[in-house]
């Protein structure tokens, strides 16, 4: 039996959920394409699950962050379940955290492919993603081998401060809702990561969806 919790709801800022324009999409991929980011434009979430999918070797250990983007277009379910991956969240899922965590943390650190959505990526080519607890964080920034994020237009916004606001006052009110409801507590913008550009070009690839996707 589900238990009845009470949600303490945070405003939601909806302006945050509208699509960006297509001008605004093309400046994104193109600013990000001169940090050394492999920016890619797909028309949807369809079209996005399967470059996504074309883009990762079967059989090699996939990372994943939380994500709703990834679920709501079917990536989550066939990296998890397809047999194709070495999917890494199964596994840590199915460990004790309070003996395995040691294992845990070095499991999730250096994938072969990390997966992700992003809170925001700005018109000039910087990517904002925000977490409770940071265990993406370390991947995307360097432990991963390649890094593929998908991001729905409704995440462009004009620059850095936009992509903060976007974070509290859209993203984070509609994950805290979500933690409560699942687990009875709070979530938190404990950690947020900024990237400027990529060290290795190509090393990160952003699908940028015209359509919106995801929160």
Request: negative net charge; glycine residues 8%; proline residues 5%.
């Amino acid at each position: 039996m589900t238990e009845n919790r009470t949600i303490e709801r945070l405003p939601v800022n909806e302006a945050f959920a509208v699509p960006a324009s297509p001008d605004a999409v093309d400046r994104a991929a193109e600013a990000l394409r001169t940090h050394g980011i492999d920016a890619r434009i797909v028309d949807d979430g369809a079209q996005a699950r399967e470059l996504l999918l074309s883009l990762v070797p079967e059989g090699v250990e996939v990372g994943e962050g939380a994500s709703e983007t990834l679920d709501r277009i079917g990536v989550t379910e066939i990296i998890e379940k397809s047999g194709r991956f070495d999917a890494i969240r199964p596994r840590t899922r199915s460990m004790d955290r309070a003996t395995q965590m040691r294992e845990i943390r070095k499991l999730g650190a250096a994938p072969d492919v990390q997966i992700n959505s992003v809170a925001a990526v700005t018109e000039d080519g910087r990517i904002v993603i925000a977490s409770m607890t940071g265990s993406q964080l370390g991947p995307i920034v360097f432990g991963a081998g390649r890094v593929i994020l998908v991001i729905g237009s409704q995440k462009v916004v004009p620059d850095l401060a936009t992509a903060f606001r976007r974070v509290e006052e859209y993203s984070y009110p509609i994950e805290d809702a979500k933690i409560q409801e699942a687990s009875g507590r709070h979530s938190a913008i404990n950690k947020m990561l900024i990237l400027n550009a990529e060290f290795a070009p190509g090393r990160i690839t952003a699908i940028l969806v015209r359509q919106p996707v995801g929160v």
